[in-house]
């Protein structure tokens, strides 16, 4: 079992920056593929950014070249930087992990943690 602990959200104006992080209690954190998904109030859980066992990256097309996933597996942690964010970011972000590779869609991964709020103000 692994649990997951997201951290980091928070008020923010447009155009700022917040990094988000997920802490794992998995021993065996680094053979996990991470990953953060986000749900805005009525709207479907959406991919954001993953990160593989093997540190490769991929990114939701609204997100890319202004977010970033990294990994820390010394101190099992994931993390998402967000920068220049914008008022269509603002939802709930969920940190997921999952066994072997990464994907896509949220119903693939197995573990989530309890969602961080973020809102971007205009």
């Known amino acids: 079992q692994v649990q997951l602990v997201e951290s980091g959200g928070g008020l923010v104006q447009a155009g700022g920056s917040l990094r988000l992080s997920c802490a794992a209690s998995?021993?065996?954190?680094?053979?996990?593929?991470m990953a953060w998904f986000r749900q805005a109030p009525g709207k479907e859980r959406d991919f954001v950014a993953t990160?593989?066992?093997?540190?490769?990256?991929w990114y939701g097309d609204s997100v890319k070249g202004r977010f970033s996933i990294s990994r820390d597996n010394a101190n099992n942690t994931v993390y998402l930087q967000m920068n220049s964010l914008k008022p269509e970011d603002t939802a709930v972000y969920y940190c997921?992990?999952?066994?072997?590779?990464?994907?896509?869609?949220?119903?693939?991964?197995?573990?989530w943690g309890q969602g961080t709020q973020v809102t971007v103000s205009t």
């Open positions: 997921a992990a999952r066994e072997g590779g990464s994907r896509w869609r949220s119903d693939e991964y197995d573990y």
């Open positions: 990160i593989t066992r093997n540190d490769i990256k």
């Open positions: 998995a021993r065996t954190f680094s053979s996990y593929s």
